[in-house]
């Protein structure tokens, strides 16, 4: 099992990754003594690996790395914390998060968020996806291509499907903020995107059970709250979804 403390060690910023069993016994820090706040790790299926974000070695930090915000990178390292390495290595003002490996290994897909304003950038998201390569000097990433384009439209991804043709992502639809669950199918020429829920709400947080029959996601939907009486003005007045990098 693998989590992130905020207390990992007094003096030191946090949060850090740990690693313990299922009872939770053998407890070990795997970030310990390394720069930045670190969270948001996903397993390699190999096993050999384990991918996380982290915002060290940059100076404009907003909101928790992997999260979406401001100087968030992806980085890989042993299930023992050794061999640390920069997947992603973005200027100032950007941001890499909601990073997943494709259930065969071989792929990696994310969202990238650019606000480094000084050098033309707006805010936008894109999803990108690359191959993740193992080398003797450790892994990288390979054919980075982008997905879905920057447009001012709200995007996250999500997890895999089990065979790995595609992954969830949450993009917005229809107005500004509503943002509905879809799953790009990237085994498709070109890849084609196909929208699963039609519902004025902020669906995400998906991922696929086991027998990749079906999708459990956390949704807004049903439960009143100042979120949704802003989806309702925004869906009423027609406000258009590439007003979402300004209103997020």
């Given amino acids: 099992v693998y989590y992130k403390r905020v207390d990992a060690e007094?003096?030191?910023?946090?949060?850090h990754l740990f690693r313990a069993?299922?009872?939770?016994?053998?407890?070990?820090?795997?970030?310990?003594?390394?720069?930045?706040?670190?969270?948001f790790a996903h397993y390699h299926p190999?096993?050999?690996?384990?991918?996380?974000?982290?915002?060290?070695?940059?100076?404009?930090?907003?909101?928790?790395p992997g999260g979406g915000g401001i100087g968030s990178d992806i980085y890989a390292m042993r299930p023992d914390g050794s061999q640390p390495v920069a997947l992603t290595k973005s200027p100032e003002g950007q941001d890499n998060f909601h990073a997943y490996f494709s259930p065969d290994g071989k792929r990696l897909a994310w969202t990238h968020i650019n606000?480094?304003?000084?050098?033309?950038?707006?805010?936008?998201?894109d999803v990108r996806v690359a191959d993740f390569v193992e080398t003797p000097d450790g892994p990288k990433l390979e054919n980075v291509k982008v997905i879905l384009p920057p447009n001012g439209d709200f995007y996250e991804t999500q997890h895999w499907s089990p065979d790995s043709r595609g992954f969830l992502v949450t993009r917005s639809r229809d107005n500004a903020m509503n943002l509905e669950l879809h799953f790009l199918n990237l085994r498709k020429s070109p890849p084609v995107l196909t929208?699963?829920?039609?519902?004025?709400?902020?669906?995400?947080?998906a991922i696929f059970t086991p027998d990749g029959r079906k999708v459990i996601f956390m949704s807004t939907r049903d439960h009143p709250s100042n979120w949704e009486s802003f989806a309702h003005v925004s869906r009423t007045v027609g406000a258009p979804t590439g007003f979402d990098h300004l209103l997020t």
């Fill in 10 to 15: 007094p003096g030191q910023r946090g949060p």
């Fill in 21 to 39: 069993r299922l009872d939770g016994a053998g407890e070990t820090c795997l970030t310990c003594g390394q720069p930045g706040s670190n969270q």
């Fill in 46 to 64: 190999s096993g050999r690996w384990i991918m996380f974000h982290s915002n060290r070695g940059k100076t404009f930090q907003l909101f928790a």
């Fill in 115 to 125: 606000w480094a304003i000084n050098e033309g950038g707006t805010g936008y998201w």
């Fill in 195 to 205: 929208r699963l829920t039609e519902n004025p709400s902020w669906d995400e947080q």
